[in-house]
């Protein structure tokens, strides 16, 4: 393993070591394990970076981790993969556990043989064939907030937000329409919203405690994750009956669980039961958390910012023409302020601050020696919003994406990463888009905001659970007359 450094040393001689890097102090045997509040780790890491810049070291106990917040340095990485750099084992091996490996924690020729179908299922002509469904579901949920709006009751925007997504994500990927919108019944996320943040807990425990004994909050996840491999049993089940009924769906699947189905039904594809499973639950949690999150954002920054939010409803209400929602695929191209928002949103506030790798092999980044092994943590936010990147950087102002002279969207987008870069690069981003367009402009056509915000008031406090949320949002709307 050594040759390799030695070969690295010989042909960039001025690199230097990841010991050489500035560290904040830690003690003795546990590090800075101290200083690593697991729901503000990524604050934490913001607030060491501007003391100790863009290339820094701490310690988790034994593990020693680079921390890089250099643009140019995390796109080099990013578009390393998937063979320069990785998924970390930790990261797999803990998902596998839960039962939920998927092209998310997939590396090498597992990763490769995942992401196409999870590619085709997810690309724009697909999403487009699917948007009448979108309306449906999008209908539903403009009902849920004008009865929360007529009885004047505050919504949990988060809690709605997933309710949305789940269902979008559902009918989508897995064609079962699961309506939890409607239902004040015992519902998925009420199982799944504890899988993420379970997994967090576990990546950053210092040692896998749980493997010898188990707390009460290991007990409860057995018993959510039981019932959410129940309920992805069932929506395999439910596909395959529909296959089995029509022959024609092997050959031309019409969404990702049929393609799945199909590709492990094939001889040699190398996709098998626990590949299929692992991926329906992998695209529930990886749609949910993550784009209700950032429409939960972007409804708080919009209130608290009346004059974009003045512009948004404009630019709606002229669309729109009256409707209460889109129905029309190409009435969403006509929003381009809407998704300026969207983008400034995900500068500020994005909800993948951390994107986590390791590297396959001993390399150089930006002149620091990383071998082989190595965690290292991007840190997404902090070229994001450098003075040296965006013109008064900290401020919400969602012109600055449409504004082709200033710092141009070109730049700016790869300094500003809300979905990674490089070949894994999100691949729910399109329908990501096209969710939070619809809701917005739902939410802004229908009903006027009357208040979002929280119990205690003030910005509400970021939370860190492998995906970053905003705490207790809540919001009360007045139907439009
Ligand atoms: C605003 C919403 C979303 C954000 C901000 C987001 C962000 C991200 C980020 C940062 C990554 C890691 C990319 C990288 O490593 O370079 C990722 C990966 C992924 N996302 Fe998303 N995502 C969103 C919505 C979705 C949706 C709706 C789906 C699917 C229904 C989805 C499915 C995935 C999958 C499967 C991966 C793993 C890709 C791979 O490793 O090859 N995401 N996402």
Known sequence: MNDGKAIITTLIPNSKPISALP????????????????????LTL?????????????????????VIADAEAIGTMLRDRPDGFLRTARLASIAREMGFDGVFTANGEEWRRQRPMVMAGLDPAHIKSYFPALVRVTERFAGRWRRAAAAGTAIDLQADLMRYTVDVTAGLAFGADINTIESDEEVIQQHLDKVLPALFRRLMAPFRYWRYF????????????????????????????????????????????????AARDTDGSGVD??????????????????????????????????????????EVRAVLGGGPLPSQYEQLAKLPFVEACTNETMRLRPVAP??????????????????????????????ATDERHFHDAQAFDP?????????????????AMPFGAGPRLCPGRYLAMLEMKMVIAMLLAGFELESVGTARGGEPREQLAF????VGLRMKLRGRA
């Open 23 to 42: 560290a904040p102090p830690g003690l003795p045997l546990v590090g800075n394990l101290l200083s690593l509040e697991r729901e503000r780790l990524h």
């Open 46 to 66: 913001e607030q060491w970076r501007r003391k100790y810049g863009d290339y820094y070291r701490f310690r988790n106990v034994s593990r020693e981790v680079l």
């Open 214 to 261: 188990r707390l009460p909050a290991d007990r409860a996840l057995r018993e959510h994750l039981a019932e959410l491999h129940r309920a992805v049993d069932g929506f395999i089940a439910t596909a395959r009956k529909r296959m089995d009924a029509e022959p024609s769906l092997r050959a031309s699947p019409t969404n990702l669980i049929e393609a799945m189905i």
């Open 273 to 314: 039961d626990a590949d299929v499973a692992g991926n329906v639950l992998t695209m529930l949690l990886a749609g949910e958390d993550t784009t209700a999150n950032t429409l939960a954002w972007m409804i708080y920054l919009l209130s608290a910012n009346p004059a974009a939010l003045a512009r948004a409803r404009d």
């Open 354 to 383: 951390l994107i986590i790798l390791e590297a396959s092999r001993d390399t150089v980044v930006a002149g620091i020696e990383i071998p082989a092994k190595q965690v290292v943590m991007c840190l997404m936010r902090a070229p």
């Open 399 to 415: 012109a600055r994406w449409l504004d082709p002279a200033a710092k141009s969207a070109a730049s700016a987008k790869r300094v």
């Open 467 to 470: 995906t970053m949320a905003p």
